[in-house]
């Protein structure tokens, strides 16, 4: 937690929490509002912890169907309405197991279509795995993501927290480091029939390592080819070749037909903009914490009043890829854990993130850990989380219903 609260202007808390049905207060927002989508719906195990995680349809004969199509159905409509209230540059990111992540899949591609999916992430949050049950011991869960409209979407899915500087092993006399890239396309599905533009000679004199796109004094002409020796073409045109000859450099290499020159790009570890690596679609515990981290984080705000929520870590992993003064939404807010990290996130880097965070007033479960603790129903869990972080981490909190 960081040692001082911090506070947006006023009027603009950073966390806003409505209690009630999902599928009542989702229509009430403006359409295109929110700019991206975090949450955790149930997940259709069958157990019932601080609230109820079981859908069952009564028409169906076999059990197991009858309960998959009762989950869709819950799952459509509000599937639908976080669509409408999507900005076309927003995205959706929603947790789920093994017991419906097939059937969300299809749903998502159904809602949000094919084309706007962006990726099935792997997501390791018991590393231990789980003991109890038949069968294997399962480490880990997924999040599906999908782009509202992929060509406008606003995630970059790349991060500063990702680069490694053991990745970048060269460094010039001043001391900064670098490492090198092949200039020509190693992906083969760039080639002189796809991208004709691409395949020009460039020269270069791997004595003094000088690239330009004209002929000079002790230089060779260098055309791109594959390890085989098939033609390839350039990452770079001319023009940016002509812009950036500093950072290429020609070197000798030895290759499957002997040695040979080739051209290289520079790629330096610090570069304007700053640095960012894209992320692989397995997040493992100790990159973004475990549901025991996510337990404890829990535990010293309000207490052991909910058994599986999300690490802060997640979801914040999930807002390094968009700007940091994103609306976000979480319509099964659960332990309330988006809210948290956004107020954490605002509170590390300055941002002006907020979430609007969402949660049922169905009544917490008898004799469980959240209603020993005086929370009846699972909208107090949510509020009590997110006040306890508007008083330790700072942002303030709206309450509405």
């Known amino acids: 937690m960081p040692d001082e609260r911090s506070d947006p202007p006023a009027g603009a808390a950073w966390n806003t929490?409505?209690?009630?049905?999902?599928?009542?207060?989702l229509p009430r927002l403006a359409p295109g509002s929110v700019d991206i989508v975090?949450?955790?719906?149930p997940?259709?195990?069958?157990?019932?912890?601080?609230?109820?995680?079981?859908?069952?349809?009564?028409?169906?004969?076999?059990?197991?169907?009858?309960?998959?199509?009762?989950?869709r159905a819950m799952m459509r409509p509000r599937l639908?309405?976080?669509?409408?209230?999507?900005?076309?540059?927003?995205?959706?990111?929603?947790?789920?197991?093994?017991?419906e992540a097939a059937h969300l899949r299809l749903l998502m591609d159904e809602v949000f279509g094919e084309a706007n999916f962006l990726a099935q992430i792997v997501v390791n949050l018991n590393p231990k795995g789980r003991q109890l049950g038949r069968g294997f011991a399962t480490s880990h869960e997924y999040?599906?993501?999908?782009?509202?409209?992929?060509?406008?979407c606003a995630v970059d899915g790349s991060t500063s927290g990702s680069v490694d500087e053991a990745d970048f092993p060269l460094s010039t006399d001043d001391g900064r480091r670098f490492r090198y890239l092949?200039?020509?396309?190693?992906?083969?599905?760039?080639n002189p029939l796809t991208a004709p533009t691409l395949h020009f000679a460039l020269y270069g004199d791997p004595e003094t390592g000088r690239v330009a796109t004209t002929e000079f004094a002790g230089s060779r002409a260098l055309t791109p080819v594959f390890g085989d020796g098939r033609p390839a073409v350039w990452r770079w045109s001319r023009p940016r070749v002509d812009e950036r000859p500093d950072d290429l450099v020609c070197r000798v290499i030895?290759?499957?037909?002997?040695?040979?020159?080739?051209?290289?790009?520079?790629?330096?570890?610090?570069?304007?903009?700053?640095?960012?690596?894209?992320?692989?679609?397995?997040?493992?515990?100790e990159e973004i914490g475990s549901t025991d981290t996510a337990?404890?984080?829990?535990?010293?705000?309000?207490?052991?009043?909910?058994?599986?929520?999300?690490?802060?870590?997640?979801?914040?992993?999930?807002?390094?890829?968009?700007?940091?003064?994103?609306?976000?939404?979480?319509?099964?807010?659960g332990s309330g854990t988006t809210g948290h990290a956004v107020a954490l996130a605002n509170a590390s880097d300055g941002g002006t993130r907020r979430c609007l965070s969402i949660n049922s007033t169905e009544p917490t479960r008898e004799g469980s850990n959240a209603q020993l603790a005086g929370l009846a129903t699972v909208a107090d869990i949510t509020r009590a989380r997110l006040a306890a972080v508007a008083e330790q981490v700072g942002g303030g909190l709206d309450v509405s219903g």
């Open 17 to 25: 929490f409505h209690a009630g049905d999902n599928l009542d207060v």
């Open 38 to 41: 975090y949450t955790d719906p």
């Open 43 to 71: 997940y259709n195990t069958g157990n019932d912890f601080a609230y109820a995680d079981r859908f069952r349809d009564g028409s169906h004969a076999d059990p197991y169907a009858g309960r998959h199509a009762a989950w």
């Open 80 to 99: 639908e309405a976080v669509r409408d209230v999507l900005a076309p540059h927003g995205a959706v990111f929603i947790s789920i197991d093994d017991n």
């Open 143 to 152: 999040v599906l993501a999908y782009a509202r409209h992929l060509p406008s």
């Open 182 to 190: 092949p200039l020509r396309n190693t992906n083969k599905k760039f």
């Open 254 to 285: 030895r290759g499957r037909t002997g040695e040979r020159a080739d051209i290289f790009q520079r790629d330096w570890l610090l570069r304007e903009g700053g640095r960012r690596k894209k992320l692989r679609t397995i997040w493992l515990a």
């Open 295 to 333: 337990v404890a984080e829990l535990k010293a705000l309000v207490g052991h009043v909910f058994e599986s929520p999300k690490p802060t870590g997640l979801v914040r992993r999930i807002l390094e890829t968009v700007p940091s003064d994103v609306v976000v939404l979480d319509p099964f807010a």
